[in-house]
Each structure stands twice: as C-alpha cells, then as structure tokens.
Nanobody, 118 residues
Framework: QVQLVESGGGLVQPGGSLRLSCAASGSIFSIYAMGWYRQAPGKQRELVATITSRGSTNYADSVKGRFTISRDNAKNTVYLQMNSLKYEDTAVYYC????????????WGQGTQVTVSS
C-alpha cells in the first residue's frame, strides 16, 4: 500500500562502497519497520537489514559490520550504506515497509541492481 522508490544501485569493485536510498510516499516511520532485502539469481529473497520506528536494527550475519541501515524521518527516506562489498553481495536489493524486525511487510520497492565485479 505504501509506495517506495529506490535508487543508488550500480557496479562497484570488490572492497568498494555504495549507498542505497528508499523514499517512502508517506510519513510511516512511526508506524512501520523498514528494511532492505536482496535476491540473487537462483536464490530466495533474504533479509539484509531492518530498522524499527524506535531505531532498533537487525542485520544478516553476512553483512554485519559492513552494512549500515539508517533513516531520515524528515525526508521519509531509508538508506543502506554498503562498505567492503564482496562478490556475493551481488543481487537485486529491495526496500520493504510494513513488517517487523525479522519479517517483511506488504510494501515493496521496485528493486535496484547491485553488481560487485572486478
């Protein structure tokens, strides 16, 4: 129901960084948890990181220490800062709203491609 628009994907070398952005159509941060999920070819969509309305974060073990999820409530925007990128981070990254800290909700962004290649 909530419209989400993603941007920031692209091609990056191993060890490099990218920052993804997700703009929500409404002021929903006090209502919904926001999150980033990703899907690589031949694999299921998986949780990357979530952030609740209180600022509590949850990360997949594979990205902990490398990725940081944050939000700007004034802009209704959620970010994913990705550092020390690896080949296995290559996937389509989707923004999500309406779920919890460990499950997705019903609102999804269009997805943005992240490719890590040398």
């Amino acid at each position: 129901q909530v419209q989400l628009v993603e941007s920031g994907g692209g091609l990056v070398q191993p060890g490099g960084s990218l920052r993804l952005s997700c703009a929500a159509s409404g002021s929903i941060f006090s209502i919904y948890a926001m999150g980033w999920y990703r899907q690589a070819p031949g694999k299921q969509r998986e949780l990357v990181a979530t952030i609740t309305s209180r600022g509590s974060t949850n990360y997949a073990d594979s990205v902990k220490g490398r990725f940081t999820i944050s939000r700007d409530n004034a802009k209704n925007t959620v970010y994913l800062q990705m550092n020390s990128l690896k080949y296995e981070d290559t996937a389509v990254y989707y923004c999500n709203a309406g779920g919890g800290r460990d499950r997705p909700g019903g609102s999804w962004g269009q997805g943005t491609q992240v490719t890590v290649s040398s």
